[in-house]
Structure formats: C-alpha cells, structure tokens
C-alpha cells in the first residue's frame, strides 16, 4: 500500500511558528522601547492627570485702571475608586461639612465617574483649605486644585462687566471646550468676550505616592501642554466717571449713557439699582444670584441698553431735523402755540406764535405735531402712507429701531412702528392725525438709552456717528482695535445742523429754555429735556446733550423712571456728569447734594418745578 510522505510539511509549520514568535518579539521590542502605552497604564493608579486652568484675562478701563482680576482658590477633587477607609467624621470637620453632605457628594462623584475626578467641593479660599492640606495623607482619593475666581476691586458696573459662573447643561451642550465644573462668562463682557478672557487650558501629568502627595511631573512632562492665558482687555469706560453716575443714581430707577462722540466710545454705562459685582463671586454666588433674581427692582437688568422708552420730547429734534431736510418747515417757519399736543412756554407770558428753535428750547409741543402734519401732507408723495414710509426711513438713519451689533451686552433694538403695523390696527384708514403722538415721541415708539445718547452724539458731529462701543485693545491683537472706526452718515443738509445744535444751546442759554436752571457760564452745554408720559405711573425724566458746543467730547443721555419733569431730575444729572468728566469735579454742592441723597424709589411724591 501506498504511504504518502508528510516530512515537507514539517517546514512549513516550523517557519509559521517563527513566524509567530518573530511577530511577538518585535511587538514587545516596540512597546519596551519606543512607547509607554502599557507602561502607563500598568502605573495609572500613581498617574494623575492634572488640568491646567489658565489665568482668565484681565479688564481695564480706558485709564489702565484694573477693573476685574483673579484671586486663587482651590476645588478638592475626588477620586472614588482611591478612597479607602478613613475618619470620615475628622474630614467633615476640618470641611466643616455635615456627614450627610459627605454621603451626597460621594454619591454625586461615583455617579459621573469610579476612576475619574470631580469636584467635591468647590471654591475653598486658603484659609478654608490651610487645616487639611497638611494632613492630606490621612484622605487617600482627595486632593486640590487651583482655580481662579473673579475679583472685582471697584463696585461698579455689574451689568455691565457681568459675572462667570460653573457651566450648566446647556453650555456642555453647546460647547465641546468646557468639561463638568469648568468656569464660563454669563453675562455682560465676560459672556460677549468669553472666548478671548478664558484663554487655553493645558494639562499635567504627575507621579503621586500611596499618600496622594504629587512628587513630581512623569518623565520631565513629556505628556504635559502648556496653558495659554486669557486676553487682556481695555475698555473705554471711566471709571471715576461711572462711579459717579452711580452716586448720582443711588436710590433711583433708570440709565447714564455718556460717549464720546467722534468714537463712539462708550464712557458710562449706568443701570440704577445695581449690586456689587463680587456679590456673584465664590460659593455664595447662587444664593446671592437668587436674591439678586427676586428683587422686585430689577438690580441684574442693564436698563442702559435693555430698558426701552418712549423718547419723549428729545424726539422733538429728529422731527425738526426731517422737516427741514424735507422742506416742509425751515428755521423760520412760525407756529402758533395752539392745537393738538399744545403746551404753553414755561414762563409768566404766553408767546405765540414761535419759530423752531424757540419751540425747541422751549419744547413746545404743538409746534411738532404742526411739523409733522407738514412732513405726512407733503406733496411730493402720492399719498399720507408713502410720505410715512419716508419719514421712518430718516428715523432710523439716527440707528433707532435696530441693534448697533457691537459688543453692547443684551442690547434691544427698540422700536419704530411700521406701516404694517398701523394698517393692521386702523384696517388700513390712518392718518397724519391719528399718528399725531408720534410727533413728541410718544405712541408706539421706543428708544434705548444707548441709543438717545447715540442720537445726541450725531447732532454733536454735525451728522455721522461711530456705533457706539467698549473695546479699546485687546492684548496679543493687533487689529482688533480698529474693528469699530467706521463711520455712518445720517445725510441731511449740514445747516440743518446747525439750527439743532443752536437750539439745544438755548435749552441751557434762553430763559425760556428748558434746562435753563443749570446753565454754567464757563462750560458750553447743549441739550434736550423730555417729560415722558407712563402709562405705568408718573412721567419718566429724560435728557441728552453734549458739551463743549463747539468742540464736544461727551454726548450724554439720562433716563430716571417715574420720576416726573426732565428738567427736575435727568436734565441736572447730565449736567453734572458733563462738568465731571471735562473738569474732573463739580462746583454746584447744593445741586450734587440734592441729587445724590434723592430717593425716588421709595418717595415718589414729587414737586412740580
């Protein structure tokens, strides 16, 4: 019988298992020599991975005076699976914590992750972390890491500069930079530049002993990443100038808006009631946020640029303004002080009939309903409808109705109705007479301070105005200065200019002006005075001007809600600000006083002036 040989196959099986054992060797060869993949993890019970948070960027103002910085604290971190038996109770203790807060947070922990680290409890100054750091030891599975919180060294401008918090749900959801327990702006510039203060963050890894003392980086932090700090940036607030504007608002409802008119620089930005801002810093942040939340007052709302209000009688100089670019009306035109909206000079005589700039110092409102009517009858439209599309075109040239887009925080457009809106209401059959209010600023409109002040701010340049703005520079950015230089022309006729700003000079020059009362001989000021009509309650002061007349270098405006006559209450608190900011003091104590220690909050019984 036939044997097959089966010698040959020997070979072959001999060179599969060398070639197996080749393939095996040169694997370990590679993983002992040129990678520590296993290395590491056969040591990663003494690894820890260290996050490294960077320093947040620090804001100044226009003076390079610091208005936010960081202070170290410290979060103590937990790694379940590494804690073993310890005295729990001498922990709490040195924690000044409750057993059954240990209990919920170790739970809170093991359920995010057994083998990863968390916050156990967060935000511990040196002083709460001194009696335990050196006892570390006793705690396997705890350690610390530093952390910085927000300081604020002046009390000013809390809705504005706004607040860092920990990171929600939504946020993580949002963003994939931020992890459980990580920092992010909430609100104002924190929140508007958030990308730019929160900087990098880099990571270490180290070697830790069986105590959880680090001793020292793993293979000379080959696997370390550098942290990248925040931007610094400089706004163009004053200081001293926004603390003012605080004092003066104490006790009272409403904004200061002052800028600087050929910038756009944004010099106060006052929202009353406010709060200090390192109320909403460390662990009693919640708390304080919740009251702060509730308070019937309204502290966190930033009225500067989300309060919105009808306009008033400031409005009176856009009204002018459109009716001399129209032709309708010229600086001389004469109207009788009598008809729809009419009200009477302030003074002994009764004046009638007055040209333009009288009834402009003099905010007589007859003289702009007539104005108006002259602007919605104007010929050269085909009818009271297309002559209204026209007039609202020119409004919002002055940036009403719509957000500037710059790094104003929670900023609202306001409001200029449409003819939509009025063919919606009145089925369509409207006229110049039934839109009348709009002639004084009343009605349906509604500005934002920032934008009254905006307003002022075109006049003073004789018709162009940079979008108002807070960045001045950011560090390790070049360019980011000149983001706001552009220009934007309102383009009525120059002379037409002229006619307002003389007007506004007679609010203050003219005994018949409305601001009269706080003319100063040495320091040119011209303004407008609006008593607002609030269907809420008494009349919202209002006011903007800007100063010096010739050459301005602050366009102001003031609203004090439910405060009563413009001329009482906003008129003298603009004028203060203006002498403050172009003199560095006030020489008017008896009207400072009078000012500051006001409570229009809680006394709201006001005298007619």
Same mark, same amino acid.
């Given at each position: 019988m036939y044997r097959k040989d089966y010698s040959a196959r020997k070979y072959v099986i001999i060179a599969g298992f060398t070639l197996v054992a080749v393939v095996i060797l040169v694997r370990l060869f590679y993983l002992q020599v040129y990678t520590n993949q296993y290395k590491l993890s056969a040591r990663d019970i003494a690894l820890r991975r260290v996050i490294e948070y960077p320093a947040r960027g620090r804001i100044y103002d226009r003076h390079h005076k610091l208005l936010v910085y960081n !202070?170290?604290?410290?979060?103590?971190?937990?790694?379940?699976?590494?804690? &073993?038996?310890?005295? @729990?109770?001498?922990?709490c203790r040195l924690l000044q914590i409750s057993k059954a807060f240990f209990i919920k947070m170790m739970a809170k922990a093991k359920h995010y992750s057994y083998y990863k680290p968390s916050i156990f409890l967060k935000q511990l100054s040196q002083k709460d972390k001194g009696p335990i750091e050196e006892i570390m030891y006793e705690f396997p599975g705890f350690y610390f890491q530093t952390r910085t919180l927000r300081h604020y060294p002046y009390p000013i401008a809390a809705q504005l500069l706004g607040n860092v918090g920990e990171v929600n749900q939504r946020d993580l959801k949002r963003y994939s930079y931020y992890k459980p327990g !990580?920092?992010?702006?909430?609100?104002?510039? =924190?929140?508007?530049?958030? &990308? =730019?203060?929160?900087?990098?963050?880099?990571? $270490?890894?180290? =070697?830790?002993?069986?105590?959880?003392?680090?001793?020292?980086?793993?293979?000379n932090g080959k696997f370390d990443t550098l942290s990248i700090p925040g931007a610094d940036l400089t706004l163009s607030l004053d200081e001293k100038l926004q603390a003012y504007g605080q004092l003066l608002m104490q006790n009272k409802k409403g904004s200061i808006v002052a800028i600087a008119p050929k910038t756009g620089e944004i010099l106060a930005f006052v929202s009353s009631p406010t709060y200090n801002p390192n109320l909403l810093v460390g662990r009693q942040r919640s708390k304080n946020y919740n009251r702060l939340l509730h308070d019937s007052s309204k502290p966190l709302m930033d009225r500067a640029s989300s309060g919105t209000y009808p306009p008033g009688s400031t409005f009176k100089l856009i009204e002018a303004l459109i009716g001399l670019q129209d032709g309708v009306v010229t600086a001389n035109t004469w109207f009788t002080n009598q008809g729809p909206a009419s009200k009477p000079i302030p003074s002994d005589s009764y004046i009638s009939p007055v040209q333009m700039k009288l009834a402009i110092a003099a905010s007589i409102n007859s003289y702009f309903w007539k104005t108006f009517r002259a602007i919605m009858d104007n010929p050269k439209y085909a009818n009271t409808h297309d002559a209204f599309d026209a007039w609202r075109k020119k409004v919002l040239s002055f940036g009403l109705g719509h957000r500037f887009n710059t790094d104003i925080p929670f900023e609202k457009p306001g409001y200029i109705p449409t003819r939509a809106y009025y063919d919606k209401v009145y089925h369509g059959s409207w006229n110049a007479m039934t839109i009348r209010s709009l002639s004084i600023g009343q009605g349906e409109i509604?500005? @934002?301070?920032?934008?009254?002040?905006?307003?002022?701010?075109?006049?003073?340049? $004789?018709?162009?105005?940079?979008?108002?703005?807070?960045?001045?520079?950011?560090?390790?950015?070049? @360019?980011?200065?000149?983001?706001?230089? &552009?220009?934007?022309?309102?383009?009525?006729?120059?002379?037409?200019?002229?006619?307002?700003? =003389?007007?506004?000079?007679?609010?203050?020059?003219?005994?018949?002006? @409305?601001a009269h009362a706080y003319y100063m001989k040495s320091l040119s000021q011209a303004g407008k005075t609006g008593t607002v009509q609030n269907p809420q309650g008494k009349d919202n002061s209002m006011f903007m001007a800007f100063a010096p007349v010739e050459h301005p270098k602050i366009a102001i405006a003031v609203v004090v809600e439910h405060a009563g006559y413009g001329a009482t209450w906003a008129a003298p608190i603009a004028s203060l600000m203006i002498e403050k900011y172009l003199r560095g003091k006030t020489k008017r104590p008896l009207l400072e006083k009078r000012i500051i220690n006001a409570d229009l909050i809680h006394n709201q019984k006001l005298k007619k002036p």
């Open positions: !202070d170290a604290v410290y979060d103590l971190m937990v790694i379940p699976r590494q804690v &073993k038996s310890m005295d @729990t109770l001498k922990f !990580d920092y992010i702006g909430k609100s104002g510039i =924190e929140m508007f530049y958030e &990308k =730019e203060l929160r900087g990098k963050k880099g990571s $270490r890894l180290v =070697e830790v002993d069986v105590h959880n003392n680090v001793k020292g980086s793993f293979q509604l500005v @934002t301070p920032v934008q009254l002040a905006n307003v002022a701010a075109i006049i003073a340049n $004789r018709g162009y105005y940079v979008k108002p703005h807070f960045l001045i520079s950011m560090s390790g950015d070049d @360019t980011i200065s000149g983001k706001y230089h &552009k220009k934007y022309k309102v383009p009525f006729n120059q002379s037409y200019y002229k006619v307002a700003r =003389e007007a506004m000079t007679e609010v203050f020059t003219s005994t018949h002006g @409305t």
